[in-house]
């Protein structure tokens, strides 16, 4: 296999407040809300993303207590593309999501540990999909 992975992107952190837990990221870890992607939040089910240098958290509202367990890698829009292929090939890819900022592959391993693949180069991806 020929596609490689830039890094681990985020971490899906679940709380029932997200403010309360961005106070506390933020004070206890020296994380800041990523303005960027602050307009995700503003959908109750989105995520309100942290950044701390190169590591990102994506805050999500939960009224009961899950563990997290889900994790987003990060590539370029060649190797993403190359994923793709890849996931669909051996039956793993759930769904290719256009973020509008980003695009994003989620896939199972085989013990339905949900995972995720992002890539922030979106007009290269949505220009090579969209004349697919």
């Given amino acids: 296999m020929q596609a490689e992975l ?4 985020h971490v899906h952190i679940f709380t029932s407040d997200r403010n309360q837990a961005c106070d506390w990221y ?6 800041e809300i990523d303005t960027r992607y602050q307009s995700w939040a503003e959908d109750p089910a989105g995520p309100l993303t942290l950044v701390n240098g190169e590591i990102h958290i994506a805050l999500f509202k939960r009224d009961s207590a899950i563990q997290s367990r889900h994790i987003a890698f990060g590539c370029d829009a060649k190797n993403f593309l190359l994923w793709r292929e890849y996931l669909s090939s051996i039956a793993a890819l759930k769904s290719c999501s256009d973020h509008h900022l980003s695009w994003s592959l989620y896939f199972e391993d085989p013990w339905s540990n949900q995972h995720e693949i992002t890539c922030y180069e979106h007009h290269a991806i949505r220009s090579i999909i969209s004349e697919s």
């Fill in 6 to 9: 830039s890094c681990i992107d």
């Fill in 26 to 31: 933020c004070h206890h870890l020296g994380f």
